[in-house]
Nanobody, 121 residues
Framework: QVPLAESGGGWVQAGGSLRLSCAAS???????MGWFRQAPGKEREGVAA????????YYVDSVKGRFTISRDKDKNTLYLQMNSLKLEDSGMYYCAASPFSDCYEGSRGSRGQGTQVIVSS
């Protein structure tokens, strides 16, 4: 288990940007690190994943071209840059770490407590 702490959520108007951070209290270089979200009344949705090898990041179709996932191995921190935010991007965003490539699902491995993102018109 890797302790994770998300930050950076907040309120933003549609079309705006936010950058989420996920600080890990352990070395994350060997892990798949990802983000998933959940909105009230909706199912959990995997958003993005960053892999420890040279694989291209994973993005769910709805965020491709708008979100960018990145990691700073020296700081053991994962980021999610979210641009051109839409109303449907609202929800609680969680960071996840897993040795498995489906870390963005958040069903295995570690997860943080989440950070709230509210996109308004």
């Amino acid at each position: 288990q890797v302790p994770l702490a998300e930050s950076g959520g907040g309120w933003v108007q549609a079309g705006g940007s936010l950058r989420l951070s996920c600080a890990a209290s352990a070395y994350i270089g060997a892990y798949c690190m990802g983000w998933f979200r959940q909105a009230p009344g909706k199912e959990r949705e995997g958003v993005a994943a960053s892999y420890s090898d040279n694989r291209a990041p994973y993005y769910v179709d709805s965020v491709k071209g708008r979100f960018t996932i990145s990691r700073d191995k020296d700081k053991n921190t994962l980021y999610l840059q979210m641009n051109s935010l839409k109303l449907e991007d609202s929800g609680m965003y969680y960071c996840a770490a897993s040795p498995f490539s489906d870390c963005y699902e958040g069903s295995r491995g570690s997860r943080g407590q989440g950070t709230q993102v509210i996109v308004s018109s």
